[in-house]
Every structure is written in structure tokens, then in C-alpha cells.
């Protein structure tokens, strides 16, 4: 069965620290994404990849990076981490045309 | 860029009764559709994948409503029972792939017993 893997599920980060939230897929997809969710909305694309050593800005990249540093992997790098960061975080993974497919989310809490 | 509507925001229903949640989109080019369902501390699990040739799809215990002219998507949930409580999210993608999504603010549906 198709797997994305995040980590941590949970963070508590302190205010201007820095913070990296991994996901590790084992589906064999080219495509990787972050999303944020927040309280009310839907999910928002931060960042994506279509290959490794590639990345591409989503629709809120402000205040994040990205790193594919392979197919299985790819990280989410918040250098400066600020109080509207609180979120939940979810990576997922797809190829053209087939079924997103999420991982259980990382709810990070900005303090 | 696309922008996606849904409504309502939370809707109540007793067990065994209908329940209809409605998204609007903006881009006539959009071309797949997708409804996912949400279960409290989870991930989001595919509903549907809807293909914008197809109008109507029909899944376990629900149907899926396409009307391109007015640009809605409708999830349309018949005799509800407990295990549907969740959040619902639609999401649109112009791209004719599975990429960049653009998901409605979602559906917080409690089922009654």
C-alpha cells in the first residue's frame, strides 16, 4: 500500500528557532507537496516537487523552504519559525494523473 | 488563479437522512475533481476522483454532481450513518494531473443519532 511518512507528528517550536518537518514516501511517485492546514480552511500548497534536487513554490511559500534531496524524500525548512506558523503540515505524493496520497500530518505549535 | 467555494461550513444531520455539501470554482479550464474525507487526527482519505467529462459518479452510499456550466461540484451523501462524521474537503486542479490542488475550506458534518 501506497506510504508517506512524516515526522514529527508533533512539534513544539520556540519563536525565531528553526524547524524541519521530514516526509519519506515509499510509493515510488515523482511528485512530492507540502500542504498547511489551518483551523477553518482547507489545505494550501507551500512547496512541491516534480524531481529530486528540484523544488517549486506553491501558493503560500512565504517563510518556507524546501529540499528534495531524493525521490523518497523531502523536507520542509522553516528557518525562522513565527507564531502564525502554527499549523498542521502535511506532505503527500502523487505522479501525473494518479491519487494524491497524504501522510497523517505534523501539527507544529509556534510558541 | 482558481479559487474554490464550499459550502456550508459545518451541517447537522440525523442518521439515515441526506446530506448535500457544494463547492463552486472559478476556472472553466479545471478538469479533475476530487472529494476527500476527513476523520478527527487523520489524514485526508479519496472519496472520489471525478473527471470533468463525467457528470454524475456514484460511490458507496453517495453520489458526485458535475454541472461545468454553473461550475459546481456537489457530494451528495444518501441515508448518513455515524461513520460519515468527518470533515469534507473538495479540491479542484487545472492541470489535468494530480498536482497543485486547490482545496475549499471544507465541511465539519456531524451525523445525529
Known amino acids: 500500500e501506497a506510504a508517506v511518512t512524516q515526522s514529527p507528528r508533533s512539534k513544539v517550536a520556540v519563536t525565531g528557532g528553526k524547524v524541519t518537518l521530514s516526509c519519506h514516501q515509499t510509493n515510488n511517485h515523482d511528485y512530492m507537496y507540502w500542504y498547511r492546514q489551518d483551523t477553518g480552511h482547507g489545505l494550501r500548497l507551500i512547496h512541491y516537487?516534480?524531481?529530486?534536487?528540484?523544488?517549486e513554490k506553491g501558493d503560500i511559500p512565504d517563510g518556507y523552504k524546501a529540499s528534495r534531496p531524493s525521490q523518497e524524500n523531502f523536507s520542509l525548512i522553516l528557518e525562522l519559525a513565527s507564531l502564525s506558523q502554527t499549523a498542521v503540515y502535511f506532505c503527500?505524493?502523487?505522479?501525473?494523473?494518479?491519487?494524491?496520497?497524504f501522510g497523517k500530518g505534523t501539527r507544529l505549535t509556534v510558541v | 488563479g482558481e479559487q474554490v467555494e464550499q459550502r456550508p461550513p459545518h451541517l447537522s444531520v440525523r442518521e439515515g437522512d441526506s446530506a448535500v455539501i457544494t463547492c463552486t470554482y472559478t476556472?472553466?479550464?479545471?478538469?479533475?475533481f476530487f472529494w476527500y474525507k476527513q476523520e478527527p487526527g487523520a489524514s485526508l482519505q479519496l472519496l472520489m476522483k471525478?473527471?470533468?467529462?463525467?457528470e454524475i459518479n456514484e460511490g458507496q452510499g453517495f453520489t458526485v454532481l458535475l454541472n461545468k456550466k454553473d461550475k459546481r461540484l456537489s457530494l451528495n451523501l444518501t441515508a448518513a450513518h455515524p461513520g460519515d462524521s468527518a470533515a469534507y474537503f473538495c479540491a479542484v486542479n487545472d492541470t489535468g494531473g494530480a498536482d497543485r490542488l486547490t482545496f475549499g475550506k471544507g465541511t465539519q458534518l456531524i451525523i445525529q443519532p
Open positions: 516537487s516534480y524531481v529530486a534536487d528540484s523544488t
Open positions: 503527500a505524493s502523487s505522479d501525473q494523473n494518479t491519487e494524491v496520497f
Open positions: 476556472d472553466p479550464n479545471s478538469y479533475y
Open positions: 471525478v473527471f470533468s467529462s463525467t
